[in-house]
């Protein structure tokens, strides 16, 4: 470990230190590159989209996370603006449609390789999330060493809403929280705030967000041994034991309700419970697509006994099927409704979860052709 005496930081600092909060880039370039004392760092500058990644950043970012596994002692990732990241381009991922789905499928096969990149990276990782972290932005984070919320952090998986599942791996990483909130949050899209993702998990740690440009330098000081980064990481936590968990008082219902196997036993539990707030939550489970319902609740049952590599190369399968139409059209319908037309008032075929059989969901996670697997 290289310690820095006072004078030696304060020059440092000089170099590498942000002039504020979000860290002066390039207004053009989606993704930025740089290298600062051996660590290798990205940049999400899309702050307008909420730095949604399109298949041009998700290939630089992996081509870079390759090449930097074998010459940097660390990457941290962060985002512009309000977002660390909102998610991926789907409406450029839909827009071939059912028949022409080859640039949809490159999209999240090269996803899915960069999320299991970040998975089994040999060197630390590290994403500060001091902003909206949903979907693919997840996919960007929880699968590495070190994940850094803030009060800023809004998490979500809403993926059934606009008629796909929760993708990313996200079979792998929900199916492993405790209780059933996992299976909770995948199907019902529920917010969790700051702290909140301490406490489930998805975050290792909890700072304020005006320390994180500091934070951003001192590790960056570190060059990536592991000691020095989780001193560093310690040093700047903060105290998250007196802020609220929202789903506290529910916990019981989650657990009870959300650990059915069929989805319509889900929302006969909830309706049975007589809480106020279990309504709300079936109104809006009511508002998904029935299909993104039954088949994401498949997905983590069986992604609990797989690895991510598994989960992955399932969820592509999945991907590919909503992208063909293979039982639903609904992806297509979701992405209208919500991105392109935005009336939101999707019309789901089927319309009910009571017309979905099991056959047709295991359509969904059957093989797709040997070449156009996800090899892993």
């Not at 940049?43 to 970012?61: D, E, F, R, S």
Request: charge should be neutral; charged fraction near 25%.
């Amino acid at each position: 470990m290289i310690v820095l005496k006072s004078s030696q930081f304060k020059k440092f600092l000089t170099l590498v230190k942000p002039k504020q909060r979000m860290f002066s880039t390039s207004e053009t370039e989606e993704v930025l590159f740089e290298t600062k004392n051996n660590c290798g760092v990205i940049t999400l500058n899309k702050p307008k989209a909420l730095n949604a990644i399109n298949l041009g950043m998700v290939q630089l970012i992996g081509e870079q996370l390759e090449e930097w596994e074998n010459t940097k002692s660390m990457v941290i990732i962060r985002g512009i603006g309000r977002a660390f990241c909102a998610g991926g381009d789907i409406k450029g991922a839909t827009s071939g449609g059912p028949k022409n789905t080859i640039g949809g499928k490159m999209f999240f096969k090269t996803e899915y390789k960069m999320n299991h990149k970040i998975g089994t990276y040999k060197v630390p990782y590290i994403a500060l999330l001091d902003g909206i972290t949903m979907g693919g932005g997840v996919g960007l984070s929880v699968h590495g060493k070190y994940r850094i919320a803030t009060e800023n952090t809004l998490f979500a998986m809403p993926e059934t809403a606009i008629g796909l599942f929760p993708d990313v791996g996200a079979s792998h990483f929900l199916s492993r929280i405790p209780g059933n909130i996992g299976m909770f949050l995948a199907l019902t899209g529920y917010r969790l705030k700051g702290a909140e993702t301490l406490k489930i998990g998805f975050a290792t740690h909890y700072c304020k967000s005006a320390d994180i440009p500091e934070l951003f330098v001192r590790l960056v000081a570190t060059e990536g041994e592991v000691k020095a980064i989780e001193e560093t990481l310690s040093k700047f936590s903060a105290d998250t034991s007196s802020i609220p968990f929202s789903l506290q008082d529910h916990l019981d219902i989650i657990d009870n309700a959300f650990g059915l196997r069929q989805v319509e036993d889900i929302f006969n539990a909830l309706n049975k419970s007589g809480s106020p707030w279990a309504k709300e939550i079936v109104n809006t489970m009511s508002k998904m697509s029935p299909t993104s319902l039954k088949i994401s609740q498949q997905e983590l049952i069986m992604g609990k006994s797989m690895d991510l590599r598994q989960c992955l190369q399932m969820e592509y399968r999945l991907a590919s099927a909503a992208l063909e139409g293979t039982i639903s059209l609904d992806f297509y319908e979701g992405v209208r409704a919500l991105l392109i037309d935005k009336d939101k008032s999707p019309k789901w075929k089927p319309e009910k979860i009571e017309e979905i059989t099991e056959s047709m969901i295991l359509q969904c996670f059957a093989p797709v052709s040997t070449e156009d697997e996800l090899d892993l």
